[in-house]
């Protein structure tokens, strides 16, 4: 069974929906065993169907048609069905013995039947079953090579409308639609096995852009669409290989739909055509592509394809040109070119773009910082650490932030340079404090803290405040050496939290009055400790959770 127990059921489905299947135990119906699945029927509001998957080594899984299932959640309906399934686990080899036993049978049965009564129990089901009858007139349009019958068919499975309600198609009928319009992917590919294989490419084609069409009002959360639309490129590659088209209009098309809206849909990519395209299309693919991207510079689907061709043929100059030609105003795609250039073995030529990416960011403050770790690497590498203290300074001076300082420190601490470089840096952070930059001032005391001037940063705290989260990393830090000033943090935090519910908050206070215990230790007065915490459990003795969390750390009081 895969290793279904409750346990996992209830894991699987979280506790209310757990809850809520027991009680639907009773009603599960009509079930089907086979390797690896069980099906069956489960009364709720209305008769769902629902399946299981288990067996092998994935974790058990399943599908039920109800609102919460198609949602992609595991329901009520399917802990029900698992609940039966454990509850008849030792009759299950029986089970699924009888269900093999029956599909030899009926396949020995159908074996057995005259051409006439087999024609007759097909037209039966056919009559009773819309969709089959539908997949069924769709391969026999097929293989007799009624292409324009296929093509209506194929506009008929592709059209959302019978779906939609307010022209929009909901989550739950986009299962539904997705199920008809895959079996256009089918009929395609049927049509190519019969030696239509031409006009299974143009169908292919038309499926693609009928379906981009309807995609944006297609509730598609589960990605069923996009299976599709990769199966239909699918289709085509295999129908263009049988067919074998003219090179430079399969180029031409690739290329048009490669810019097109639905590209995003198929993902298309024309290189993978290459061996069919041959020297000829290949010329014209390239000839095509040049000529959208200078229509369009920076249209993004006409760089990704300049550059996708130039590196397949490993065509550097014209990779750096395509970047070259949209440059980015944050420097990032003077990254790009210099990474590329690197890559080439460039490097004199990669150094010259990131540091002109530098040059023309008109304010460091929103330059990538990719790029000046980028350069500042490359500047230690090549032995020149004063350029990356000088290029870590100048952004530091742009964004006064914890990261810029301790990259500053890092590069300035390689370079032999860090006391002269820290002053300068903590001068410009307290002139920003002294300008009631609020910012300012809690900067300087995280860089403080990080630094473990834990006495510049008591200074700090106490001239431009800070916030709690601050206050309790200065605490902490301060506890070994300033224990009075410590236990005062702690004190003030414990005060707010004792009004506050809930574990997160009963486990933040056990860690406050910790400190506190550690503080009276290092001040040798343990017996305020133990009035203290005396007092604390006797006001907050309702709050079940935070009296064990305090009992688990000894802080038990008198």
């Not at 420190?409 to 820290?422: F, N």
Request: hydrophobic fraction near 40%; aromatic fraction near 6%; include cysteine.
């Amino acid at each position: 069974m895969g290793g279904l127990t409750e346990a996992k059921l209830r894991a699987l489905a979280g506790e209310r929906s757990f809850e809520r299947g027991l009680a639907y135990a009773d009603e599960v119906s009509g079930l089907e065993f086979g390797d690896g699945w069980v099906r069956a029927s489960v009364r709720g509001t209305e008769r769902y169907e629902v399946e299981l998957l288990l067996g092998g080594r994935r974790e058990p899984a399943g599908t039920c048609d109800c609102p919460y299932g198609q949602e992609g959640n595991f329901c009520k309906h399917l802990v029900a069905l698992g609940l039966t399934v454990i509850a008849q686990e030792a009759d299950l080899p029986r089970r699924r013995k009888a269900a093999r036993d029956r599909t030899r049978g009926l396949d020995a049965w159908l074996a057995g039947m005259s051409r006439d009564d087999l024609l007759a129990l097909v037209r039966e089901e056919v009559a009773e079953d819309r969709n089959l009858r539908r997949r069924l007139e769709l391969r026999a349009a097929s293989a007799r090579g009624d292409v324009a019958g296929i093509r209506s068919r194929i506009r008929e499975l592709l059209d959302s409308g019978p779906f939609a309600r307010y022209g929009y198609v909901e989550y739950a009928d986009a299962h539904a639609y997705a199920d008809q319009a895959a079996q256009a992917v089918s009929a395609i590919r049927s049509l190519t096995a019969s030696g239509r294989a031409a006009d299974a490419m143009a169908l292919a084609r038309e499926a693609i852009g009928m379906l981009a069409a309807v995609v944006e009002s297609v509730d598609d959360s589960d990605g069923r669409l996009g299976e599709i639309g990769a199966g239909l490129a699918d289709a085509h590659r295999e129908a263009c290989r049988a067919a074998r088209p003219e090179p430079v209009e399969l180029a031409h098309w690739l290329v048009t739909h490669a810019l097109d809206d639905a590209a995003d849909l198929t993902d298309v990519d024309p290189l993978d055509y290459e061996d069919l395209l041959g020297e000829r299309g290949m010329a014209a693919l390239r000839r095509y592509v040049t000529e959208a991207w200078k229509a369009n510079r920076t249209g993004w689907a006409e760089k990704h394809l300049m550059r996708r061709l130039a590196k397949s043929g490993r065509d550097i100059d014209t990779v750096i040109a395509v970047h070259a030609a949209d440059l980015a105003p944050n420097g990032h795609t003077h990254l790009l070119i210099a990474r590329e250039l690197d890559t080439a073995g460039r490097t004199v030529e990669a150094l010259e773009w990131a540091e002109r990416g530098i040059r023309e960011t008109e304010d460091l403050a929103t330059v990538d910082t990719a790029l000046i770790d980028h350069l500042a690497d490359r500047y230690t590498r090549t032995g020149r650490p004063a350029d990356a203290v000088t290029l870590r300074r100048d952004h530091f001076a742009a964004r006064r932030t914890l990261l810029a300082y301790q990259q500053l420190r890092a590069a300035a601490i390689a370079a032999a340079c860090w006391p002269t470089e820290r002053e300068k840096a903590l001068a410009a952070l307290r002139a920003d404090a002294e300008r009631a930059d609020t910012c300012g001032g809690r900067v300087l005391v995280d860089i403080l803290l990080d630094d473990g001037d834990v006495d510049a940063a008591w200074q700090a705290v106490d001239e431009h405040g800070a916030h709690d989260g601050q206050w309790l990393t200065l605490a902490d830090q301060s506890r070994p050496t300033r224990p009075a000033d410590a236990l005062a943090v702690y004190l003030r935090l414990v005060t707010g939290l004792t009004h506050e519910t809930g574990n997160r908050a009963y486990e933040q206070l056990v860690n406050l009055l910790l400190g506190i215990r550690d503080c009276h230790r290092l001040l040798g007065t343990p017996d305020d400790f133990t009035a203290y915490i005396t007092d604390l459990r006797a006001a907050q003795k309702r709050k079940r959770n935070l009296m064990r969390l305090m009992d688990d750390h000894g802080l038990s009081g008198s």
